[in-house]
């Protein structure tokens, strides 16, 4: 099972990003999928998550601003992300878990993600 990001860059405040996820040894649509940032010096924090169903859910930090959605066919999670702030400055990481419901905490949880990727920077200047 391997994940692997890309997309990550440098943009000014107001601006947007679109964040791939692409997976290989399972298929994406009878997991829970998400994303997870870590910035430095602050804790792990979930993002957003969808379920097998595409249901979707958004952390009230990025709530009208990012938008997760998947691609079964091309086993590939997405992450579009606009009007972009300085504090959304962090290292994403998008994962892969199996717990009920798909709830936020799962997918910034470490001991809860069955797989999670190398990590693609996101930097955010003011």
């Known amino acids: 099972v391997q994940l692997v990001e890309s997309g990550g860059g440098s943009v000014q405040a107001g601006g947007s990003l679109r964040l791939s996820c692409a997976a290989s040894?399972?298929?994406?649509?009878?997991?829970?999928m998400g994303w997870f940032r870590q910035a430095s010096g602050k804790e792990r924090e979930g993002v957003a998550v969808?379920?097998?169903?595409?249901?979707?859910s958004y952390a009230d930090s990025v709530k009208g601003r990012i938008t997760i959605s998947k691609d079964n066919a091309k086993n590939t999670l997405y992450l579009q992300m606009n009007s972009l702030k300085p504090d959304d400055t962090a290292m994403y990481y998008c994962?892969?878990?199996?717990?009920?419901?798909?709830?936020?905490?799962?997918?910034?949880?470490?001991?809860?993600?069955?797989?999670w990727g190398q990590g693609t920077l996101v930097t955010v200047s003011s």
């Open positions: 040894g399972y298929t994406y649509s009878s997991y829970c």
């Open positions: 969808i379920d097998s169903d595409g249901v979707t």
């Open positions: 994962a892969a878990v199996r717990v009920s419901g798909c709830p936020m905490w799962a997918i910034a949880t470490m001991g809860a993600l069955d797989a």
